[in-house]
């Protein structure tokens, strides 16, 4: 595990973005799954410029690890919606390689994967109660492979914002790669800022490995590398664990 | 992950074999974890011409991941001793090539193993109630890198046959690789033969993870390789796991 | 560079069989490029029983590097048919993890191994002359890629016996990796036996890079392993280069 | 081979900062050999500020590849004295983490590289001959490792520039990492920017491998990365090679 501390949440995206770029600057197929939501946007901002239309980075497939479909199926998810909005469009990059997760073929992405070689990274955010993905305390198991989660009332309400908060578009279930898929990934990196995110860094890496904390299981991968800002970071400072 | 089948326990003794001396057979340092007890005795044996008095096996050095000691202190533990009588000694491993972990300095086993460049391969036996080391179920936590784990009477009683049955040469303690230390390998091999395993192998490979079944854990690793006989793939047969 | 020397033809067949069987058992696509000839007979005889039929090994793919066609074109050419003979259909190797190099592919040889994600692991044999794959002495250049050779008549007298001394179906040409070719593999392996190899290996592992003396190029390969017996290791022990 | 171009100077820079970091991003000891000169000033200045001070780095090693020492030998060399100015110093990089080749010990560098696990990425210019670090043509030979190069007249006046034209301290000699040392490090890059690289470029992607042409061996590495502007690049584009 390698824990890197930018100064500030600027810095932290200019890490995370030469992270992705890391995996990229190769010859080979590149498999990378990456993550939507707020806490990337800046790192998309830096990788955008330097991945839009170049012919060398064609090698670079992406892959989505969940997905929040609309009720009514009549559009594309939240996921994929927001990764497109904040990469995949202003950067271009060709249909050929973005490779959708979604409600219709989640039963047979591991399988996928495997069949592309694998993902040789997955970068992915934390949430403050420890989720990760669509892994959130008391849906999937440690065990569980890429899954169909159902919402309850507490989900729907938490993912009502995602839909502008339409209730009517909010939908009975989501789709997720559950923490058996991740961990398959060669090379996971997690991100975070914010000092919302300073108490489950340090829980993370000092508590126990508990079902009920999902991301608790990702600090077992072996090659494991966390890029924090200082806020994030302030309580693992504060107890000298790095 | 990869599961391989040898027809009976001599052919996956060989299998087991080769897989040690594919990492051996590189021209850089390479860190192996091997296990003692009864099972690998044959791989051993395999082993133990192909790698005596070789020059070209002078990068390789040994780890053993748990150790059992004597309770007066007067010798060296169970483990490093099984693996001398089995491995190093008829092998002519230089003491130098051979990293002991014991009582005295398993605090610092997983800083050492970071310095030397972290593990390349850690291959492991399992017991039928899914132990592995000295991760026994009610011992160890997820969470817990290398240890010290106090003896109760179940124990006690436990490992009694390694001490020749010598009550007054039980130890109240012994040490063991944790499942975070094992899980910081680069690569895991898991060895199962006989039908007493066919259980648990079907049952790590299909349920939960679960504390209380230390070997699920390790099922998460991305470079994991299981090698069994038809006997100990039974029950995944039978079930059509593989 | 590793340089492994076994005490006979027998254990030299032996670790090299080892070697091919250590790129086999991975958990993803291999691509593997074997050598024909005589030398390699005995490492196929002990790889065929622990190949043959053997579900875990459906990863792996295999191509020869080189092709003597018939002069009539009216059946495989010599170095497929060998391979056939001597590993591939005593195997089982499935039709489809078999990549055939020949008179009517060669030209896109080397963007198909591209694409299929370049060889992992080339195996070669080493002449008395330096020569390695059709790569004699004043016919490649050590910049060509695959590439179509003309047949001389020395060249002609020189494969002869392939044909059995037919003189009719010596054909005017053969095809092969070229020096740029197989310096793209990631990984290869080079095996010799017998005194008459004893002073080649002594030029190439002491002597300048020579065109004229093809395999001098490849002991600049980063990731080189060599296997001899001691008969073919006999000069360089003599002269303390081991 | 991977051929990246970047739209110009400060792109190329951009993007060979961002692979020497991506060596820099592990969890593991890596060895970097680097280059002097004046072209990749610019990298430097971005590598700076992200480099310095982080105690993420510790894990990185660097060292350079040649090294033209004053005649009187009072202080250090040319090249280690360029890197301190453009890249040590500034960047505060720790003196243990700087492996210096020098007059003294150059004939042990192949041997302590080997030690240290050999180099995990070099990064070179290319000069308009085809020369790469100390390899000028007329001075080694492909075969050559790290050794010295006796400056004949010519090559006195060639690095005058580099001594302030101070005609006595121009030595009798340099040392420089030969082409054999150059081909076992585990990858390699390429940096060229401008129009006066233009046709070297093109030559070396091109035309045959030549010891007058010493770069033309590098093409040949399996793991090779040429990084241009499109100045440097013009000639491979005019003939489309890319």
């Known amino acids: 595990m390698k824990i890197i501390v930018g100064k500030d949440e600027t810095e932290m995206a200019n890490i995370a973005a030469q992270h992705v770029l890391s995996y990229m600057y190769t010859d080979k197929r590149m498999n990378l799954s990456i993550t939507g939501g707020t806490s990337p946007r800046k790192m998309y ?57 979604d409600q219709y073929n989640y039963q047979t992405q591991d399988e996928r994967l495997k069949q592309d070689g694998g993902l040789d990274m997955l970068i992915l955010g934390i949430g403050a109660d420890g989720h990760y993905c669509g892994n959130l305390p008391g849906t999937t198991k440690f065990g569980d492979g890429t899954c169909r989660v159902e919402n309850d009332q507490r989900l729907k309400d938490r993912i009502l914002p995602e839909f502008d908060n339409v209730v009517e578009d909010v939908p009975e279930y989501y789709v997720t790669m559950g923490p058996r898929s991740v961990m398959a990934a060669k090379n996971l990196v997690l991100i975070a800022t914010g000092t919302k995110k300073a108490a489950i860094i340090h829980r993370i890496l000092t508590g126990e490995v508990d079902e009920n904390v999902p991301a608790t299981l990702i600090t077992l991968h072996p090659n494991l590398t966390i890029i924090l800002d200082e806020d994030a970071a302030a309580e693992i400072r504060k107890h000298h664990v790095i």
């Open 45 to 101: 901002e830096i990788l955008v410029p330097q991945v839009k239309d170049k012919p060398y980075f064609s090698n670079v497939h992406f892959y989505n690890f969940d997905e929040i479909p609309y009720r009514k199926e009549d559009r594309e998810g939240v996921t994929i919606s927001g990764l497109r909005e904040a990469f995949f469009t202003p950067a271009n990059i060709p249909e050929a390689n973005i490779h959708k997760l």
